[in-house]
């Protein structure tokens, strides 16, 4: 038995456990030698209604390295399946535990997950731990997506453990605290699929309506409504990832949650110079999840969804799939609506009009020819002026920029309304990679001060101030080759 801590606001049941057996396996973290307290997000914790005033970091370091567990903690790994790469594989939680859901003052429901815990039953030849530079890589990086307006899973605290991880070489030990709406993945019913269960599978679908989607309980096909209700919500997510420049790096259907929150941040990256097909990741050789992929890897993903659901959406096979090829049908143009808004408000324009698409095309294929940085175009754009650098005397893109005054003219307000929306949907702080890479170094060598900078600039991504001055411009040589690791 794990000893306990008195509640300091926590408030945990594990909803997740009613599914059948075979989703989960309960076990513990396993014990860490020395935990020593990294980070804490003190305003996320708040807003979770938790309270870590009175507690002092030691016992705060027990507590996010799972060698105590929060009162009514009932720890558990979940099992799912995934295909990575295109193939299909049996997962599960190989290096976490669901420690419990946490319910808010306000009534919601959040998973609570330690990442780097110790090996489960899902664990193959893995050793269940985690090393410091990627949990700390997904705490800034989540944090950021969050600033940035899009749907996440958030990170609460980076513990180390007092001991190391071999990896290509020998690396500190840390633990991750993910905040969710849930863990339920795409992976998961390809799990349910994979048993051949049906009830198992209709138990899974209806949790996920509960949970995520209730209003498609009253639905004439309910289980139509929750395929919609995620290609709406991975659509748009999608989308809103890609008008800021980013690569997720790893689109396995294990890593699509049924809720349309972004996991897992291991080979993710933003765009230094744009390139459509943009690479991070170190084992995408064929480009697979290139930058200019994703939107069909999602539409492919979420066909792998509706496969598994085809027994819950009409007895007659055939039928089945007429409903599900018809509500996948539907990605292409949620998401083209959904990208189209976005980039509309990127260069200020309002009223849709036939030829917006065009404009906003040409602009990124011109990036693309001229190697512009994606997000510091965007921000240059944000004046009534051409901007001065000699990358914009190009006559491609005086053609285009007179295009787009014109464009601007259509809109029916002030030029003034224009530049404000532009200025409020294109950031002028991103994690640049460089950046980013000094300061977890820096981390892994004990000083956090570059890495509590930049988590300090990338929380206000919208804000021009003379703190976050070293962090707004582009890198003077952009690394074409960059890449970044799984963290496993």
């Not at 799972?66 to 009932?74: C, D, K, Q, R, Y």
């Amino acid at each position: 038995m794990h000893p306990t801590l008195p509640t300091q606001g926590w408030k945990l049941e594990n909803s997740y456990a009613t599914l059948p057996a075979y989703f989960y396996t309960a076990l513990n973290p396993t014990p860490v030698r020395a935990p020593q307290l990294v980070i804490i997000n003190t305003a996320l914790a708040q807003s979770l209604g938790l309270d870590f005033s009175t507690t002092d970091e030691t016992s705060l370091a027990q507590l996010f390295s799972g060698n105590i567990l929060p009162e009514n903690a009932s720890p558990l790994a979940q099992g799912y399946a995934g295909h990575q790469f295109g193939n299909f594989t049996l997962l599960g939680d190989g290096r976490a535990h669901l420690i419990g859901e946490h319910i808010t003052p306000d009534g919601k429901r959040y998973d609570i997950q330690l990442k780097g815990s110790g090996r489960t039953p899902y664990s193959r030849r893995g050793d269940g731990r985690a090393a410091l530079a990627p949990m700390l890589r997904e705490y800034l990086i989540s944090e950021a997506m969050h600033a940035l307006g899009i749907p996440t899973t958030r990170s609460l605290a980076v513990v180390t453990t007092g001991e190391t991880v071999m990896r290509q070489t020998e690396l500190q030990g840390a633990i991750l605290t993910r905040v969710a709406s849930s863990h339920l993945r795409v992976g998961t019913f390809e799990y349910a699929a994979a048993k051949q269960d049906y009830a198992g599978l209709k138990s899974l679908a209806d949790y996920a309506i509960s949970r995520h989607y209730p209003h498609a309980a009253t639905h004439k096909n309910p289980y139509r409504a929750l395929l919609e209700s995620v290609i709406q919500q991975q659509a748009t997510l999608i989308a809103a990832w890609m008008c800021v420049g980013f690569v997720h790096g790893v689109m396995n259907t294990d890593n699509m949650t049924i809720s349309g929150e972004t996991i897992d941040y291991g080979p993710c990256a933003f765009l230094d110079t744009f390139s459509m097909g943009a690479v991070f990741s170190s084992i995408d050789h064929q480009g697979r999840y290139a930058f200019g992929n994703q939107p069909t890897i999602a539409h492919w993903n979420l066909s792998r969804l509706a496969e598994t659901l085809l027994p819950l959406l009409h007895e007659h096979k055939t039928t089945a799939i007429e409903i599900a090829e018809e509500a996948i049908a539907g990605f292409g143009e949620t998401f083209q609506q959904a990208w189209l808004a976005g980039m509309s408000k990127k260069l200020g324009i309002l009223n849709g009009q036939p030829d917006d698409v065009a404009l906003v095309q040409d602009l990124l294929e011109w990036m693309q020819t001229a190697k512009a940085d994606y997000t510091t175009t965007f921000r240059d754009l944000t004046s009534t002026q051409v901007p001065e650098k000699t990358l914009y005397q190009d006559a491609a893109f005086l053609d285009w920029h007179t295009r787009w005054q014109a464009r601007l003219n259509n809109n029916d307000t002030p030029i003034e309304s224009a530049l404000s929306l532009m200025q409020a949907h294109n950031p002028v702080i991103i994690p640049r990679n460089h950046h980013v890479e000094h300061a977890l170094d820096a981390a892994e060598d004990g000083n956090m001060q570059p890495f509590q900078a930049l988590l300090h600039a990338v929380q206000h991504p919208y804000s021009v101030t003379a703190d976050n001055a070293p962090y707004r411009d582009a890198p003077q040589h952009p690394n074409p080759n960059y890449q970044t690791f799984c963290g496993t």
